[in-house]
């Protein structure tokens, strides 16, 4: 009997606690009685210190945290962990691929010179391809360093034929394996660049074999990624986000002075393009398949930390200006970007 009793007694007892603090717990609107502010600021610690609030350049999860409240990414996640548009407000993601025309591959019986012959074969596939371009033959002289213990930059003389450059809907990596089977078998292996150079540097043609494919790759995959940027985004400071901040973050990573941890994340990217000023075309050197995911990084203000900006601080400090970097910026401690939170220490 006392067990029934308990039982019945218990939720009635819990369900009267529920239902008491429905009476007592203040509203939103009661919460920010004198204190308006209470419900737009962000108040956050950490136990270690926040070294640098920059997204280029710490390597901290203490300033990571910060950094998420004060600057925006191109893109982020929403709570299924999907890709989401956040200083982007949509994108385009393909592939430009580019191989050499081979003669000495026989197709489909016959050995084909004629570039345009190729062209038209190409598109006939139906699919994945969009467009096919000839690119006319070239020559030029080039230079490439030769790692060792003695690096020494070689120059070389080429002589390139015809080149195709092929827009594909789709990011396909096995593009290649695919086209052997129109175009024959070896046809890409069997493209040899060493016929179609000549080492000006005396004393290493026997280098030339060696550094063959860096001056005409037999074949390239460049994926490419078209970002649309959201139009009236401020910086904090006011002053309007753009595709050159876009620009300018990524050559500030790359900027060896800056000694960026973000490096590896970026360096397969062989450049980044301005369209215009709410539009970039990122092109990759090769597949890379994290690529996407590396625009979640906070973008920078370009004309708070430009090389006029940067000039400008040093000599206000009485520094060399020519070794004064991003690193030792104000800014890495009094951060301005575009996201929800100002930075107040």
Wanted: net charge neutral; no cysteine.
């Amino acid at each position: 009997m006392l067990i029934k009793r308990v039982l019945i007694l218990l939720p009635v007892i819990i369900f009267a606690l529920l239902l008491q603090s429905f009476f007592w717990v203040p509203t939103y609107d009661e919460q920010v009685k004198g204190n308006p502010l209470r419900l737009e600021e962000f108040i956050t610690a950490s136990i270690g210190d926040a070294r640098i609030l920059n997204p280029i350049l710490s390597a901290d999860s203490a300033s990571s945290t910060i950094e998420d409240q004060v600057f925006d990414g191109l893109i982020d996640r929403d709570e299924d962990l999907k890709f989401r548009g956040r200083l982007a407000t949509g994108w385009k993601i393909y592939e430009e691929v580019y191989f050499y025309l081979n003669p000495k591959v026989a197709i489909k019986g016959r050995k084909i010179s004629d570039p345009e012959a190729v062209r038209k074969l190409l598109l006939a596939q139906k699919g994945n391809i969009k467009d096919v371009e000839i690119i006319p033959p070239q020559k030029g002289e080039t230079e490439i360093l030769m790692p060792g213990p003695d690096p020494i930059n070689l120059k070389v003389r080429f002589k390139a034929p015809h080149r195709f450059k092929v827009t594909l809907k789709e990011v396909d990596q096995n593009f290649f394996l695919k086209m052997e089977k129109v175009l024959g078998k070896g046809y890409f292996k069997t493209f040899r660049p060493v016929d179609h150079i000549e080492m000006l540097t005396a004393g290493h043609e026997d280098k030339l074999s060696a550094i063959a494919s860096q001056v005409l790759p037999a074949t390239e995959n460049n994926p490419v990624i078209i970002f649309d940027l959201r139009k009236g985004v401020k910086f904090h400071d006011g002053q309007e986000f753009d595709a050159g901040d876009v620009k300018f973050t990524y050559e500030a990573i790359m900027d060896p002075k800056n000694l960026s941890p973000r490096t590896s994340d970026f360096e397969p990217v062989k450049y980044l393009e301005v369209i215009d000023r709410y539009k970039v075309k990122v092109v990759y050197k090769r597949l890379y398949f994290p690529a996407f995911g590396t625009w979640g990084m906070g973008m920078l203000p370009e004309h708070l930390l430009n090389s006029e900006a940067m000039k400008r601080e040093a000599e206000a400090k009485g520094e060399d200006p020519e070794k004064f970097s991003m690193r030792d910026s104000d800014f890495n401690r009094h951060p301005v970007g575009t996201g929800p939170f100002v930075f107040r220490e």
